[in-house]
């Protein structure tokens, strides 16, 4: 007798729905993304009248490096960005900093002590901060209204995600590297800066991309802890979107949406490889 050999389905023998499935994802994908953001380009290019109404039709005339220019002088834009940098930069190297050091301990130490703390560390993922009680805190620390208690909020808030995603990568790391480090005479600080440190950037820049997100877009944490006392992109723009200059003119707020994220989108298109690479890595391991 002749053997059956089992014929295997082919892709045009898949249903259509599962051939349909990547084009569909791709088009919701392009549509609540793209829509949006070309809504804010073509917006920032009309002028005053044009942009009265916000809509997705080209401006008849693109005036959009003239309304930035606009911006950026009038809208004190270096000023605010200046500010941001003063919290952003701090926050992050001091969340990516501790929250590694945590979770190298977190990972390498497998006691029901530390599971019990792990759970607790990243519980804050899920758990929203109480604002009023950070503020009345701070007021008390004497920290309210400054850069440095703006920046002891933020790390405490992103802590838990930097934890979750480091303790994950840590665990793909074999010990044996650490262990060689310890025989050679290493301390466990220098085992951590010398060995596991250098390992750790492509999941580290998955968390400064997430943590940049948040915090260089933040303004509702910011208006409560600063206060106005310290100007930030979203908070500059929260003030001259209120006040007369900016008032109905759209295509100046979307001129400075296009300044304000700017620096992101670099930071983001420079680092996509390592972001996914982390994200692959330290998440899903």
Request: glycine residues 8%.
């Amino acid at each position: 007798m002749t053997p059956v050999v089992p014929q295997r389905r082919g892709v045009s023998d898949a249903p259509a729905w599962r051939r349909l499935q990547p084009v569909v994802t791709f088009v919701l994908v392009v549509l609540s993304i793209g829509i949006p953001l070309w809504l804010v380009l073509v917006t920032a290019a009309k002028s005053r009248g044009e942009a009265l109404t916000p809509d997705l039709s080209l401006p008849t005339e693109w005036h959009l490096l003239e309304n930035l220019g606009q911006v950026w002088g009038d809208g004190e834009v270096l000023r605010a960005s200046l500010g941001s940098l003063l919290v952003v930069v701090p926050s992050v190297i001091g969340v990516l900093l501790f929250g590694s050091m945590a979770a190298w301990i977190l990972a390498r130490r497998a006691t029901r002590l530390n599971a019990v703390l792990y759970a607790l560390a990243i519980s804050g993922i899920v758990l929203p901060p109480a604002v009023v009680t950070v503020v009345l805190l701070l007021r008390q620390l004497g920290l309210a209204g400054s850069a440095v208690g703006m920046i002891g909020v933020y790390m405490g808030i992103y802590m838990s995600t930097v934890i979750f995603f480091v303790t994950g990568f840590v665990r793909t790391i074999p010990t044996s590297l650490e262990e060689a480090a310890q025989l050679d005479g290493a301390s466990p600080m220098r085992v951590f800066w010398l060995v596991v440190l250098p390992l750790l950037r492509p999941v580290l820049a998955t968390a400064t991309i997430l943590v940049c997100l948040y915090v260089w877009n933040d303004v509702f944490y910011a208006f409560f802890v600063i206060g106005g006392r310290l100007d930030t992109l979203p908070l500059n723009l929260f003030r001259v979107a209120s006040a007369g200059l900016y008032l109905n003119n759209w295509h100046l707020i979307f001129a400075y949406v296009i300044l304000m994220s700017l620096p992101l989108v670099v930071v983001f298109a420079v680092a996509q490889r390592k972001i996914i690479s982390g994200i692959t890595s330290g998440a899903v391991k």
